[in-house]
């Protein structure tokens, strides 16, 4: 399975004789993911077992355009392999929600990690240090400096069956989701007050009867849910009557859902 192609949002999953349910495009979700994460699992290749990746816990920032950002000192085995080899690749994966790493959102960026040039080095230092406070007490270390990914592809997963390849110029033009930073607390807000409503509104705009349904996840354009069901667990993904730009859109479009339901 491919990303959709620029422009058009990913399919759900739907069946062939149902209509599509919009969401983000591959590119615009892989974004998101970056933006939300702080750490990543870097794979570099060993100078000491060459052919063999290697891997490291790995901080990053990100520069205007969305690449990686890293402040590594050369003592460290991945500094070494970078500097006899570029190639890489940084693995970023969606805080498990849902009791399943499996069915959690993950990126993979490739690309070529090298030093970065003087001139680009003042405004990594300041948006590392925005992100990473802490890094305050080495970053001025002589062993330690500045190094970025210049990203060449990128392979996303959304979850089981929900997998395809961003090529670097989608990627790159994507944006983070609007809602990406309170996405976490509606979720909560919805799961812990508003059990009933996720009910009805899976029955009445999913079509699927459910006693217990929880929200995984939101965006945009809609939001996924989990349902427990005579047949075990399965996920649904639920339109917005409309696009939201920002919570407060997010709520006032949930709460005229919650009423149309009511009403049907």
Known sequence: ????????????????????????????????????????????????????????????????????????????????????????SLLVTQL????????????????????????????????????????????????????????????????FGVMGWVSASEYFSAKPDPLADTAAEIIQHMNTDHGDALVLLARVFAGIESRDVSMSSVDRLGFHVRLKTEDGTRGARIAFSREVTNPTEARKVLVEMVGQARRM
């Not at 992100?131 to 062993?143: E, G, L, P, Q």
């Open 1 to 88: 399975m491919s990303s959709s192609p620029a422009g058009k949002h990913a399919g759900s999953g739907a069946a062939s004789n149902q209509p599509a349910i919009p969401e983000p495009t591959f590119a615009e979700r892989a974004r998101t993911l970056m933006y939300l994460g702080r750490v990543g699992s870097l794979s570099t290749l060993s100078r000491k077992q060459p052919g063999y990746p290697f891997g490291s816990v790995m901080p990053y920032g990100l520069d205007e355009h969305a690449n990686p950002v890293f402040l590594i000192s050369t003592m460290a085995m991945h500094t070494q392999n970078l500097q006899a080899d570029p190639r890489s």
């Open 96 to 159: 498990d929600s849902i009791g399943d790493p499996l069915g959690a959102s993950r990126v993979t960026l490739l690309g070529n990690i090298l030093p970065l040039p003087e001139p680009q080095i003042a405004e990594a230092r300041k948006l590392y240090l925005e992100r990473y406070a802490n890094s305050k007490y080495w970053v001025d270390f002589d062993d330690f400096s500045f190094y970025g990914m210049d990203v060449v592809d990128v392979y996303y997963v959304g979850g």
